[in-house]
T-cell receptor, first 112, second 114 residues
Framework: GQQVMQIPQYQHVQEGEDFTTYCNSS?????IQWYKQRPGGHPVFLIQ?????EVKKQKRLTFQFGEAKKNSSLHITATQTTDVGTYFC????????????FGTGTSLTVIP | EAGVAQSPRYKIIEKRQSVAFWCNPI?????LYWYQQILGQGPKLLIQ????????DSQLPKDRFSAERLKGVDSTLKIQPAKLEDSAVYLC????????????FGPGTRLTVL
């Protein structure tokens, strides 16, 4: 089954507001990946985090890996309608044996 | 660089019929994955190939699903016979070297079982 939980499951924001999704694991992770899936589209790789406390930025997106490597977050500053979609965290193996699990996902709706 | 190719894009069949999906990964990518994504859920890994060998198929319903990757390049996923609960998008992905590297996904095949 799923190894990580994401919150919230759904988020509606006004365009220009910030957005954050959290990914929580019960076990320590060696690394974690983030993907974005637009409605009707396929998942697209965003980033991989490896180091404890790591912070990476991609324009308006900020990714963090917790100090204990049990949680991660994605923060979007000043959302735009192009940010609409579902954001998945995914801890690749060997975090979860040989399986590649996707988190439960957070669906973001941006209201213009 | 060409992306991951999948066909068909859409398929509608009746329950108990058979169906096959095809995937051609990005050139040079040794690892190939098949996922099932049911509406509203995250992708679920069905099977992973490294070249033409199976690395993990623990979540593949082997009584009805089969997959092969002959010659370590393209792959087919078959369902025989299909059930109503098999209605989903079937995604193929590939990566250069193992699961710790980013996966590139194809557009998927949307299967509807009536």
């Amino acid at each position: 089954g799923q190894q990580v939980m994401q919150i919230p499951q759904y988020q509606h924001v006004q365009e220009g507001e910030d957005f954050t999704t959290y990914c929580n694991s019960s076990t320590t992770l060696s690394n974690i990946q983030w993907y974005k899936q637009r409605p009707g589209g396929h998942p697209v790789f965003l980033i991989q985090l490896v180091k404890s406390g790591e912070v990476k930025k991609q324009k308006r997106l900020t990714f963090q890996f917790g100090e204990a490597k049990k949680n991660s977050s994605l923060h979007i500053t000043a959302t735009q309608t192009t940010d609409v979609g579902t954001y998945f965290c995914a801890p690749p193996p060997p975090n979860t044996g040989n399986q590649f699990y996707f988190g439960t996902g957070t669906s973001l709706t941006v209201i213009p | 660089e060409a992306g991951v190719a999948q066909s068909p894009r859409y398929k509608i069949i009746e329950k108990r019929q058979s169906v096959a999906f095809w995937c051609n990964p990005i050139s040079g990518h040794a690892t190939l994955y098949w996922y099932q994504q049911i509406l509203g859920q995250g992708p679920k890994l069905l099977i992973q190939f490294q070249n033409n060998g199976v690395v993990d198929d623990s979540q593949l319903p082997k009584d009805r699903f089969s997959a092969e990757r002959l010659k370590g390049v393209d792959s087919t996923l078959k369902i025989q016979p299909a059930k109503l609960e098999d209605s989903a998008v079937y995604l193929c992905a590939s990566s250069f070297a193992g699961l710790s590297n980013e996966q590139f996904f194809g557009p998927g095949t949307r299967l509807t079982v009536l």
